[in-house]
């Protein structure tokens, strides 16, 4: 059973930096993909990053590209997402995902079985 606990979320303030963490259990799958999803009030779901087993490749959506990066520590098993220079718009809740099997291109929640419970980032205006 994948178990995904998100965890770092919180309030910080405009032009700040923040480093969510998803700590992940139970993935024994050779292929994976894990990927940072974010839901703002009244908006969908959006994939912003995810990283693949096939080629260790990642990938970060244009619309945070240059602010967020996403790595793994393969060691622990846990994943993060880097964020620099957040604004308002970043305000989410921010959710870890995987699936097992390689996922390419731009994450999409339906490609992902397994969930964190999310958490919350919060910027100002």
């Known amino acids: 059973q994948v178990q995904l606990v998100e965890s770092g979320g919180s309030s910080v303030q405009a032009g700040g930096s923040l480093r969510l963490s998803c700590a992940a259990s139970g993935v024994r799958s050779t292929y994976y993909t894990m990927a940072w999803f974010r839901q703002a009030p009244g908006k969908e779901r959006e994939g912003l990053a995810r990283?693949?087993?096939?080629?260790?490749?990642?990938y970060v959506r244009d619309l945070v590209k240059g602010r967020f990066t996403i790595s793994r520590d393969s060691t622990d098993n846990v994943l993060y997402l880097d964020m620099n220079n957040v604004n308002p718009e970043d305000t989410a809740m921010y959710y870890c995902?995987?699936?097992?099997?390689?996922?390419?291109?731009?994450?999409?929640?339906?490609?992902?079985?397994?969930w964190g419970q999310g958490t919350q980032v919060t910027v100002p205006s």
């Open positions: 995902a995987s699936a097992t099997r390689c996922v390419w291109g731009v994450p999409k929640s339906p490609d992902f079985p397994y």
């Open positions: 990283i693949i087993s096939c080629g260790n490749s990642t």
